[in-house]
């Protein structure tokens, strides 16, 4: 009986891709599922990125039907790829941390506080 | 236990904002009328005139089942005092009172409380986290965040 052991080195990173690429849309939806709607601007305006942080906003209200692609992103990133996602309308802040709506703040913070359990989950599913 | 959290931890707030002479608002005394469009209804009119305040809220964050074979739920808070002081007031006074915020919950401090039935004990699981100064009307914000979980 023999193992390549360079096929399980090359199945394990692979594995561990797809657990990160799970990890990234799961905080991301969560974080997104969150914003509260008014116009859809702020929730629209979440843009991920491979890297630094590089927000876009979008305002729903003009004739602006561009929408970010999160997954597409995410499915672009490798193990050593940093993921970022950010906002940067002028009510973002006040939205997620000072109670402006009563639909709903705290959203990116409560994402990444679910970082880590994200990540469990993601590597239970991907390492039988 | 979500209410014995809140009442632990607000009445923590409550005690340190009266230690430091400072006015506090809950969720519970926020008067503010939210309207979308109107900046200046976020601050209570009773505080309109105070240099420096304190506001807090508790937010619970989904709950992790940890571990398959106990299937135990694993509970988490996110505690949020945010220190507003007047613009133009030079940033040291917000900092010093985040100071003293970080000399008052630290990292791994253990709270107990109970009910009829059982004693929960909660730790703190973070040190305080800092975000960006926010403009909110006259006054600029200093969000202070620290998490706090259940353990077992």
């Known amino acids: 009986m023999s193992v390549d052991i360079n096929a399980v080195i090359a199945q394990m990173f692979e594995d561990t891709t797809d ?16 914003t509260p709607v008014l116009s859809g601007s702020l929730q629209a305006s979440w843009t991920p990125n491979a ?28 193990l050593d790829d940093e993921y970022s996602l950010s906002n940067a309308q002028p009510y973002a802040l006040i939205t997620e941390f000072e109670n402006h709506s009563a639909k709903g703040d705290l959203m990116l913070t409560k994402a990444t506080e679910r970082f880590s359990a994200f990540a469990d989950q993601a590597m239970k599913k991907h390492m039988k | 236990m979500e209410f014995l959290l809140r009442q632990t931890y607000y009445n923590a707030l ?15 005394t926020d ?30 964050v ?16 996110i505690v949020q005092c945010s220190i507003y002081t007047k613009a133009g007031i030079t940033e040291s006074l ?11 919950f630290k990292f791994g401090a253990k709270k107990e409380a109970s009910d009829t039935k059982y004693t ?9 986290r800092l975000a960006s100064p926010i403009k909110v009307a006259n006054f600029v914000a200093l969000p202070c965040l620290f998490t706090v979980a259940t353990v077992r």
């Open chain 1, 19 to 34: 657990a990160y690429r799970l990890t990234c849309a799961l905080t991301s939806s969560e974080c997104v599922d969150e």
């Open chain 2, 62 to 77: 989904v709950p992790d089942t940890i571990g398959i074979r106990y299937g135990l739920a694993y509970y988490k808070w």
């Open chain 2, 31 to 60: 008067n503010a009328q939210e309207t979308e469009d109107n900046e200046s209804n976020l601050i209570p009119d009773d505080f309109e005139n105070n240099e420096i305040f304190y506001k807090c809220k508790i937010r619970s």
């Open chain 1, 51 to 78: 890297g630094p942080p590089k927000p876009e906003n979008i305002d729903t209200r003009g004739e602006n039907s561009k929408r970010h692609d999160i997954s597409g992103v995410i499915n672009e990133l490798e």
């Open chain 2, 14 to 28: 409550e005690s340190f904002a009266s230690t430091n002479n400072v006015d506090i608002i809950f969720p519970q």
């Open chain 2, 94 to 104: 917000a900092s010093y009172h985040a100071d003293l915020l970080k000399e008052e």
């Open chain 2, 120 to 128: 929960y004990k909660f730790k703190q699981e973070t040190n305080i």
